[in-house]
């Protein structure tokens, strides 16, 4: 069938086919898998018109590898015409002046735009197939009671604040699971770490912001409203009812760390103690748009050197089958190197698209991301101070409420707290 699709280009460096990858689920069995490969491909592809190849593949895990099984689907980019031929994959549609005339290019030629004849490369397209294999795999697990399902958006468009991890991949993975460190799994560590931060600190600075409106109310009826008096008649109270040396000792540590934090930072008031978990708010987003910027810039490099690492390889045996004039010859060399020139022209084309003309720098690249590492490590220690202060600042929520809750009929409400934290 792809002799007869080759057959039917008339440029050398027409594109023959579309072809991705989508992941099957270890949740369920490979049968499972594979009747839900084929639903999926009966259902968005060959029921469009489609012409699709599928071939199932999971990797051999003798060697300690990690289980990751997949599909690959090749399909047809141009439609069949009634009587078997095959159809165009663009029509054309001229340009035409206010009069209804022809728009002429310099050469005297009518202009015209190149229409695709279907909707298959469209980004919506894609994005209704990726709609509806998430739909068919969390039916599956509704079916089997599973109490997993997977999500076709990304973490921005499900309205999650969370840096997105880098696909790593069967080779990645086998050897990580063999103790061989690698750029993408390490990345992925980092990420992983950061959105743990990112999330407990989050939560912290919300609980804290939603503690403050609902106490400001109380606190404006308080005949002690400075709020490092309002620790001390805390710490006297404590220290009244404490039965030993050791309690009114721990009494004052208490005391003393969230007093001497409060008079470092000018915080006096309500008002202030709001200020100031706003300043840390900002510093939050600050860094992790710089950190989610950072990881994107290096997701990005990591997909460029990869695909300039192709190129070069590849690039001889390119150069190899264009040195070769006898057509016959050309076609067995191009059926000895295939999987070699598939990986050759894929990276030509996303080195093209990517860089609009630019020069291929691989080694520019390392270097760049290199640096961005280290920056990045950097960064992410500075959530540690962040998260250290948001800890003080629930401190001092815990002993206003602790007074608070003693001189009204009503305990004010706590925020919420967040398990593990």
């Known amino acids: 069938m792809w002799n007869a699709v080759e057959h039917a280009e008339k440029h050398k460096k027409a594109q023959l086919a579309y072809s991705f990858d989508i992941a099957l689920q270890n949740e369920l069995s490979m049968e499972e898998n594979i009747e839900l490969a084929r639903e999926f491909v009966q259902q968005c592809l060959v029921s469009k018109g489609m012409i699709a190849d599928l071939a199932v593949h999971q990797p051999d895990k003798s060697d300690g590898g990690i ?21 165009a994959k663009q029509r054309r549609e001229y340009l035409l002046d206010d009069s209804g005339k022809p ?30 294999w998430c739909e068919m795999v969390n039916n599956a697990f509704e079916e089997k009671g599973l109490d997993v399902r997977i999500d076709h958006r990304s973490y921005e468009r499900q309205g999650l604040d969370l840096i997105p991890t880098v696909h790593e991949g069967p080779s990645v993975r086998q050897m990580e699971s063999k103790g061989i460190v690698t750029d993408k799994g390490e990345l992925n560590r980092w990420i992983k770490a950061t959105n743990r931060l990112l999330s407990e600190i989050k939560g912290r600075i919300k609980s804290l912001f939603s503690w403050i409106a609902e106490v400001k109310e109380e606190l404006s009826k308080s005949e ?54 706003s300043d840390v708010n900002a510093s939050f987003n600050t860094l992790s748009d710089s950190l989610k910027a950072k990881s994107a810039r290096m997701k990005e490099l990591q997909e460029l050197i990869r695909q300039g690492e192709n190129y070069f390889c590849l690039k001889p045996v390119h150069d190899e089958l264009n040195g070769i004039k006898w057509k016959k010859q050309r076609e067995h060399f191009k059926a ?67 007074v608070l809750s003693e001189h009204t009929e009503e305990r004010l409400p706590q925020a919420k707290t967040h398990e593990g934290r």
Request: hydrophobic content about 30%.
């Open 224 to 277: 002690t409203p400075n709020l490092v008096n309002i620790l001390s008649d805390c710490y006297s109270e404590r220290n009244a009812a404490a039965y030993s040396q050791r309690g009114k000792t721990l009494n004052l540590k208490e005391y003393s760390e969230t007093v001497n934090y409060l008079r470092d930072n000018n915080i006096f008031s309500i008002e202030e103690l709001q200020s100031r978990l």
């Open 103 to 132: 728009v002429l290019d310099k050469n005297g030629k009518p202009k015209f735009n190149a229409v695709p004849t279907t909707d298959w490369g469209q980004p919506e397209t894609l994005e209704e197939w990726r709609k509806a």
């Open 336 to 402: 000895d190197h295939d999987s070699e020139l598939r990986l050759f022209y894929l990276a030509r084309r996303i080195l093209r698209e990517k860089l609009s003309g630019k020069p291929v720098t691989v080694k520019d690249w390392q270097r760049e991301y290199e640096s961005l590492k280290a920056e990045y490590a950097e960064l992410s220690k500075q959530y540690k101070p962040l998260r250290d202060e948001l800890i003080k600042l629930r401190g001092v929520q815990y002993h206003v409420n602790r």
């Open 67 to 87: 289980s990751n099984p997949h599909f690959h689907v090749m399909t047809t980019m141009r439609s069949l015409n009634p009587d078997g031929t095959w159809g």
